[in-house]
């Protein structure tokens, strides 16, 4: 499983953009990069998923290089309810996996 | 309803004592896992099923086990509590189809006194 690298905590506020850089720099070529959101004391709730370029839903985009080995998270117009641990993961493209978490970033709004 | 239950939500137990974690889904799914939450911490995997018949250990299986009774329940059991063992324990499902998106319980805090 290739490891992944992201900020321990971010900063923002309401109405600003954000972009969470997760590193992947060991990333297979069948593995894909996924994101999920926790709040306290809740289980982790998937957010997006992509495997290269870009990807948007009506929560977030994903961008992804052409190597890869990294993968920004982007939460447009963020408001208070966005303060959350965001977790980066890449897994094999695979459903006969496990999937590991990392630490993920911890990202706090403020008014 | 909920797709993912987890019971009890809240358990305080003493060391030494046994204690089953049960979890259930509605979603149909064949995998399912078991997560542990430290304060501040991410998730670490326990164990994990693929079906009934399948029993993986993941990175810190030492002094727990696990039970597949059906494809809807998978139970997580302490043998001997311990108090490093106090921490919020999550179950989660994953289907074949979105097999990118796990879904998780409401989780169960545990802790052992």
């Known amino acids: 499983l290739a490891k992944t690298t992201q900020p321990i905590s971010m900063d923002s506020y309401e109405g600003q953009e954000v972009n969470i850089t997760c590193s992947h720099n060991n990333i297979a070529t069948n593995d894909y990069i996924t994101w999920y959101q926790q709040f306290p004391s809740q289980g982790p709730r998937f957010i997006i998923q992509g495997y290269k370029t870009k990807v948007t839903n009506e929560v977030a985009s994903l961008f992804i290089p052409a190597d890869r080995k990294s993968s920004t998270l982007s939460l447009p117009r963020v408001s208070l309810s966005d303060t959350a641990v965001y977790y980066c993961?890449?897994?094999?493209?695979?459903?006969?996996?496990?999937?590991?978490f990392g630490s993920g970033t911890r990202l706090s709004i403020r008014p | 309803d909920a797709d993912v239950t987890q019971t009890p939500r809240n358990r305080i137990t003493k060391t030494g004592k046994r204690i089953m974690l049960e979890c259930s889904q509605t979603k149909g799914h064949d995998r399912m896992y078991w997560y542990r939450q430290d304060p501040g911490l991410g998730l670490r995997l326990i164990y994990y099923s693929f079906d009934v018949k399948d029993i993986n250990k993941g990175e810190i299986s030492d002094g727990y086990s696990v039970s597949r009774q059906a494809q809807a329940k998978f139970s997580l059991s302490l043998e001997s509590a311990i108090p490093n063992q106090t921490a919020l324990y999550f179950c989660?499902?994953?289907?074949?189809?979105?097999?990118?998106?796990?879904?998780f319980g409401p989780g169960t805090r545990l802790t052992v006194t």
């Open positions: 989660a499902t994953r289907g074949s189809r979105r097999f990118y998106e796990q879904y």
């Open positions: 993961l890449v897994a094999l493209y695979s459903s006969a996996s496990k999937i590991i």
